[in-house]
């Protein structure tokens, strides 16, 4: 990684995972395999920024924590990329146990509990798929109709405009929001929120 760290991808250390690593892969890595419209591609930083807004929008009054968690949904794409879901479920069982091992490695590292609860997981699911929506209506060049079939209608009151950003913009972004949370759990030092279990 950038920062210096050496990761295991086969048994990953919250030890060896940096935010900002996660930030500027993410930032890097483009949605809808860059088949998208726009100067820039939609970075995967900045769908995860639309996902938690999109989280919060669905249930206001949701924990900071739980933010975080929408915040880093995708955050193991920092090191494995962007695939799309039927070529995850073509792999098999095998990456998605890899997939979770890292998942849980970065919450654990930011003070969140190894697997997202339930509820939770449904949530930013939910919010996964209107950010889809507005994704591929605006930037992949599907018809509201064709979306709408594929990731559902989004609810009324809630509507993203999106405009990618340039890597370095995502990134920093990302990073904003990410301290923002951290504030909000208690102090911002992923260190110090990684101990308050």
């Not at 599907?142 to 990731?151: G, N, W």
């Amino acid at each position: 990684m950038l920062s210096g760290r050496r990761l295991d991808l086969l048994d990953p250390s919250p030890f060896d995972i940096e935010i900002e690593d996660i930030a500027h892969g993410l930032a890097r890595v483009a949605r809808w395999n860059g088949q998208t419209v726009g100067e820039h591609a939609f970075s995967v930083a900045q769908h995860s920024l639309v996902v938690e807004e999109a989280c919060a929008h669905l249930r206001p009054g949701l924990q900071p924590r739980w933010r975080l968690a929408a915040l880093l949904h995708d955050a193991p794409e920092y090191v494995i990329g962007d695939m799309i879901s039927p070529f995850k479920a073509a792999l098999g069982f095998d990456y998605r146990v890899f997939e979770e091992r890292l998942e849980a490695a970065i919450h654990v590292r930011f003070g969140l509990p190894p697997k997202t609860p339930q509820d939770i997981r449904r949530l930013i699911k939910a919010a996964d798929r209107i950010s889809a929506y507005y994704e591929a209506v605006q930037l992949a060049g599907f018809e509201p109709p064709e979306a709408a079939e594929l990731f559902g209608e989004p609810p009324p009151g809630l509507a993203f405009r999106l405009d990618p950003l340039a890597p370095a913009q995502a990134q920093t972004r990302y990073l904003a929001r990410f301290h923002t949370l951290m504030e909000a759990l208690g102090g911002g030092d992923p260190d110090a929120a990684a101990h308050t279990e």
